[in-house]
Each structure stands twice: as C-alpha cells, then as structure tokens.
C-alpha cells in the first residue's frame, strides 16, 4: 500500500490544543493509526506545537526531525525505514536492514544505513552517507526505496565475507551474473579487490560457510599438484 499519507488539519481550538486535553490524546493517537504508527509534523499545520509539547513530555518519539512515534514504537524497524521514506522521499536504503527487508529477514539490524544524494545530518539509530545509487539498482517495497539485493550483498562483504553471498545465492535472491555485474557498476569503490575475491570463490555457488572453505582449499590443493 501508499505509504505517504494526504494531511488532515483538524480544525484545534485553544481548549483542545492543551497538552493534556483528553480530545487531543485522542487525534494524535488517530493520526498514528491512520499513519500505521507515524505521524508527520509537516503534514499537520495546525498540530505542531501539539505534537511538539507531546514530543518533548516523552509522550512522542521523533525517529528523524519531524517524524512521529509512540515511545514503545521506536526500536520497531518497519517503522524507522519508513520514516527514511517520509522524512527524505530521495533516499535508499541500504546494508543490513536492505537485506533484511529484500531476501535476509533474520538478519540483526542495529543502524539502519541511508545513501542520498545530498550530505545528510546523522540521526540517533541511522547512518546517512552521500552516495548514488543508480536507478535499475533500486527495489521499492511499500514506499520504501532499498537497494537492489545484489549490490547489498557487495555492501555487505566487507563486513560479513562470503557468508552473505552464500545466503544470497542459496535463497536464489540474486544470481552470481548479477552480482558481476553489480560490481561493474561500481567499479570505483574501495574494498573492491575483496569483492572479486569472494565473487570467484563463489563460482561453484557453495551453500555454506563451510563448503566455501572446501572449494578455496580443494583448488589451492589442485595449483600445487
């Protein structure tokens, strides 16, 4: 579904925009359901300072300025690449929670990781970098951009090795002539010489960590008979 939702400006008197009115608990809490869990403070002109005051009593989580939670919500994962989306419609997710969301669901995501095209101020939970992410390398998914499965998993390699092409390949996510060509694309991106590494090491597309050891070893073995 949209994950952008039209602003509805109630109409807030002076009696209702009280912190502590019961009517106004009751609409802030209304626009997260209709948000599924998000408000945003730029779509709703005349409940600013309300959802400011709220914000600063602890009753509201910001994820990125302007973007609205409920305090419990805040670590929810779904809810933080979605906020990405609203607060930065540009952007791109990438590295573990763009795995995480395309072809690897168990994957442990602390930070989520954004590229834009544009320098962006580090928030508390994510990682912007300036980076540029071509077209036919993104996925879209609920309103959310990540990147294309087969240039997370070269993101990925320097952190998690061949692991992370094995899981790929094994969930049939992405192909080794994808992944090639992935790393054609970005021809220019340190740690590159690793990538083409592992990506030559997975010619016999192993299923394991174990079994990619079993081919580098079998073919060190046959250069030396």
Not at 72 to 92: K, M, S, T, W, Y
Request: charged fraction near 25%; aromatic fraction near 6%; charge should be positive.
């Amino acid at each position: 579904g949209s994950l952008i939702h039209s602003s509805t400006d109630y109409p807030v008197n002076s009696a209702a925009s009280s912190r502590n009115c019961p009517v106004m608990k009751e609409i802030i809490n209304h626009l997260l359901d209709i948000g599924r869990g998000l408000v945003v403070r730029r779509e709703h002109q005349a409940m600013r300072r309300s959802l400011d005051g709220y914000r600063d009593r602890g009753l509201l989580t910001a994820l990125l300025p302007g973007v609205y939670c409920r305090p419990q919500d805040a670590q929810d994962l779904g809810l933080r690449v979605r906020a990405v989306a609203l607060h930065h419609p540009d952007a791109v997710i990438t590295g573990r929670a763009a795995a995480r969301f395309t072809f690897w669901p168990e994957l442990e995501v602390k930070t989520v990781e954004v590229a834009r095209q544009w320098h962006t101020a580090t928030a508390v939970g994510f990682i912007f970098r300036r980076r540029r992410i071509p077209p036919e390398w993104r996925l879209t998914s609920g309103g959310v951009t990540f990147t294309h499965p087969a240039v997370t998993v070269l993101d990925l390699c320097a952190e998690l090795g061949g692991a992370v092409i094995d899981e790929a390949l094994r969930r049939r996510s992405v192909s080794l002539a994808q992944l090639w060509s992935a790393l054609t694309c970005f021809t220019r991106r340190r740690g590159n010489r690793l990538r083409r590494i592992l990506l030559r090491e997975s010619r016999d597309l192993p299923w394991s960590e174990m079994e990619r050891e079993g081919h580098v070893w079998l073919r060190l073995s046959l250069i030396h008979i």
